[in-house]
């Protein structure tokens, strides 16, 4: 399909996402390859990013943005500097802004970001309790999404304040007590940046962003 490409991203230890995953799927590639809409699918290997994402889903991420600074909020795909590995995570931070953890609870540029409790989820994936809360998390100026915590007292629940440094971006996982991202990592280069994930291909295939926000559509 032109403009398509079906090629998946090696997230260790994903399995590659296959023409199968596409059974499903081909009116939204017919819509991207009319748009001229180039995307790339993998599938998610871990929970990191419970509760948006779940291990073994197929997702899409428009390629037309690697290597740009993306907007708070987003979900990038991004490729480590010191491996060939991928990952998934959400953008919390800019280049210039201040980001800490606090008993927590995230903090953009000395002030806690907007909170709401949102119930509570059960996963055989947490290493250290299978009941975590949800809560809705609001970056400024953005829409809301959904985090989960399952430990009062993570290893990174608090953490010194960093400044994003130009040509970087800071991430989490929303799965906060389970995620690999730049509370260890460090900020991402934005010429890491492979993609947006922007839609779910496999199961309960559906946008994962506002349709508006993606250029190009109709």
Do not use: C
Request: charged fraction near 20%; charge should be negative.
């Amino acid at each position: 399909m032109t403009g398509v490409s079906l090629l998946a991203l090696s997230v260790d230890p994903a399995a590659a996402a296959t023409l199968s995953d596409w059974s499903d799927g081909t009116d939204i590639a017919a819509r991207f390859a009319e748009a001229n809409i180039t995307v790339r699918s993998f599938t998610m290997p871990s929970g990191s990013m419970l509760p948006t994402l779940r291990p073994g889903d197929v997702l899409l991420a428009d390629s037309r943005v690697a290597g740009q600074t993306p907007h708070r909020g987003d979900m990038i795909v991004f490729q480590a500097s010191d491996s060939p590995s991928t990952y998934v995570k959400r953008v919390v931070g800019l280049p210039g802004d201040r980001v800490a953890m606090q008993d927590g609870r995230l903090v953009l540029n000395g002030t806690v970001v907007p909170w709401q409790a949102k119930g509570s989820l059960y996963t055989t994936l947490s290493l250290s309790n299978p009941v975590g809360a949800v809560a809705a998390e609001a970056l400024p100026g953005e829409l809301p999404y959904e985090i989960v915590d399952f430990n009062k007292q993570g290893h990174f629940d608090t953490t010194a304040e960093v400044t994003v440094p130009a040509g970087s971006v800071f991430v989490l996982g929303d799965n906060r007590d389970n995620s690999l991202d730049s509370r260890s990592m460090g900020p991402i280069a934005v010429d890491h940046i492979v993609g947006r994930t922007i839609y779910r291909l496999q199961p309960d295939a559906g946008w994962l962003v506002p349709r508006e926000t993606v250029p190009g559509l109709d």
